[in-house]
């Protein structure tokens, strides 16, 4: 039922920007926090932002931290990374992520590709 289904990964030139979208069904979207996380090849996964569902909180690594913005639509059942300034490192697959109760749920990814 839990679906999370991302789109907007591609291939950007350093300093530029993307937009991810995670469009979310099969929970009440509105009562959960939500998250991106993103995996480079050969290294863990890390979180990147995170957004909560009542006042819409959010928080950043370190390393996005002032290029990144997250956001989310609840009319929409939406949540979005705005990635601005992008750098090689940023390339990675990014997963979105719904912390649902007691339970994770994630979307299939998108790569991300930054290089010149």
């Known amino acids: 039922q839990v679906q999370l289904v991302e789109s907007g990964g591609g291939w950007v030139q350093p300093g530029g920007s993307l937009r991810l979208s995670c469009a979310a069904s099969g929970f009440t979207f509105s009562s959960y926090r939500m998250s991106w996380y993103r995996q480079a090849p050969g290294k863990e996964r890390e979180l990147v932002a995170s957004i909560s569902n009542l006042l819409q909180l959010t928080a950043y690594a370190g390393s996005v931290k002032g290029r990144f913005t997250i956001s989310r639509d609840n009319a929409k059942n939406t949540v979005y990374l705005q990635m601005n300034s992008l750098k090689v490192e940023d390339t990675a697959v990014y997963y979105c992520?719904?912390?649902?109760?007691?339970?994770?749920?994630w979307g299939k990814g998108t790569l991300v590709t930054v290089d010149s």
């Open positions: 992520n719904a912390r649902v109760g007691d339970m994770d749920f």
